[in-house]
């Protein structure tokens, strides 16, 4: 990073709107913002303004005003970047939005890189490689969970907590280090007993990390839901309730869904991706056959199924041959229609599922219990807003890299190998740990970080 450039970039999307920002940061940021802005009041000036303060103007250039404006000014260190910043707030349209930046660079602003603005803040002290990467996760978020956890990271609980495995390790290779240059023999068997003890207490800290992860992704990028059943048991009905609008084609004819149809909805607060597939049933129509075998494909790889079943009806030998091909999969029997009587208790279901929801497709009764049944069986239900969580596969990756190494450690004790490989094994796993936050991250980790990010943040 070139620390004496100023670079500048729009920061809100290029769509017509009340409000737009072009935000500079760098050194000549505040003087760029005065030969950009025209102030109403002639005494007052962006580059005399002190800190978290702003004034109002006219945005011109060499043709003129052609807009007007707030401006922001944050002064270094206090600000998102650790630089002078200034925010001039526009009107929103693309055309005044562009014109703006383009005048920035004429007054001698550099563009910005993806993610170059939080990259400085990162580079100057202000966030560490966690909490940046939970802005691009906060900017992500489909819910209130996915944005809580993202906002407890860009808070520093994930941090916290990693740096505290690390301290811990630090204090094990210590005492390792100490036992090697000062050894006894009488308490050895002690002291492995006890270093072991404490290897795996952290271990188990990585582990819980990594189950997390697992599941907080599912709130972040969604779970992969399937509906199947039967013919005319109310699947696309189902589908267009939780999408919100008609996605699948509804009528009275039996096999009307022959492909599947996919659509990205929020229950409550989770994101599915969900495909309604074609109505399991043996047919001799080799278009709808197709359809079949692809529902059943579709359900296989599906992270989690909706069995819908018609409750006007009894639990035919056709809904148990769907509910046992589903044997060990995630999954919920929907007992729809119950709005036109119910035939089927909960109990028949149980042999094959754990989890049934009563409810109406067609009426929307039913749906809040749906997302409850839904956090169960995906184990949602076991996550806390806020919850210290593993944002990024790399975060991921170097925790599973941690984990992996104090698992070499404890094999290399227990096999009675000497304590410099064990070692050798803790450092091991701290440094990853150290990648983790970015306290040892190599620049081209941190490239690849902020690359992911929109220009602008």
Not at 31 to 48: E, H, T, W, Y
Not at 271 to 289: H, N, S, W, Y
Request: aromatic share 4%.
């Amino acid at each position: 990073m070139d620390s004496q450039t100023t670079i500048a970039a729009i920061s809100t999307p290029l769509s017509p709107a009340g409000i737009g920002m072009v935000r500079l940061s760098g050194p000549h940021a505040l003087d760029i913002a005065q030969r950009l802005v025209r102030p109403a009041d002639p005494k007052r000036s962006p580059a005399s303004l002190p800190g978290y303060s702003g004034l109002y103007g006219r945005v011109y250039d060499q043709d003129g005003e052609f807009d007007e404006a707030v401006v922001f000014v944050y002064r270094a260190p206090k600000s998102y970047t650790g630089e002078d910043v200034a925010e001039v707030c526009c009107h929103g349209g693309a055309y005044l939005l562009r014109r703006t930046l383009s005048r920035c660079f004429q007054l001698g602003a550099s563009p910005a890189g993806p993610g170059e603005f939080t990259k400085r803040a990162f580079l100057n002290g202000k966030l560490s490689l966690t909490q940046a990467e939970a802005v691009a996760g906060l900017i992500a978020a489909q819910g209130s969970q996915s944005a809580a956890a993202a906002l407890a990271a860009r808070d520093g609980a994930l941090q916290q907590r990693i740096e505290r495995i690390a301290q811990n390790l630090v204090h094990l290779s210590a005492s390792l280090a100490a036992w090697i240059d000062y050894p006894d023999e009488e308490q050895d068997a002690v002291f492995g007993e006890r270093l072991a003890a404490q290897m795996r207490q952290e271990q188990q800290e990585l582990h819980g990390l990594l189950e997390g992860y697992e599941r907080g992704r599912l709130f972040r990028d969604g779970i992969v839901t399937a509906i199947v059943g039967k013919p005319n048991v109310g699947k696309s009905t189902l589908m267009n309730l939780l999408a919100g609008r008609q996605k699948s084609i509804v009528t009275a004819i039996p096999g009307t869904t022959r492909d599947v149809v996919e659509s990205r909805v929020m229950l409550g607060d989770i994101l599915l991706e969900l495909a309604d597939t074609a109505g399991i049933r043996e047919t001799d129509d080799p278009v709808e056959a197709a359809g079949v075998d692809l529902a059943r494909s579709t359900a296989r790889t599906a992270q989690l199924v909706l069995v819908v079943l018609d409750s006007t009806d009894r639990l035919q030998d056709e809904d148990r041959k769907i509910l046992e091909e589903l044997s060990g999969k995630p999954a919920i029997a929907v007992i729809n229609k119950t709005d036109a009587g119910q035939n089927i208790a909960p109990q028949e279901v149980f042999p094959y599922v754990r989890e049934t929801v009563a409810m109406s497709a067609q009426s929307g009764d039913g749906v809040q219990q749906l997302e409850e049944a839904v956090l169960r069986v995906m184990e949602l239900d076991q996550l806390t807003p806020g919850q210290d969580l593993l944002i990024s596969e790399r975060q991921l990756l170097c925790a599973q890299a941690a984990h992996d190494q104090l698992a070499e450690a404890l094999e290399a004790l227990e096999n009675g190998m000497t304590f410099d490989a064990i070692n050798v094994c803790l450092d091991c796993a701290l440094d990853e740990l150290l990648v983790l936050t970015g306290q040892r991250a190599s620049e081209a980790v941190v490239d690849e970080v902020f690359s992911k990010f929109c220009v602008g943040k």
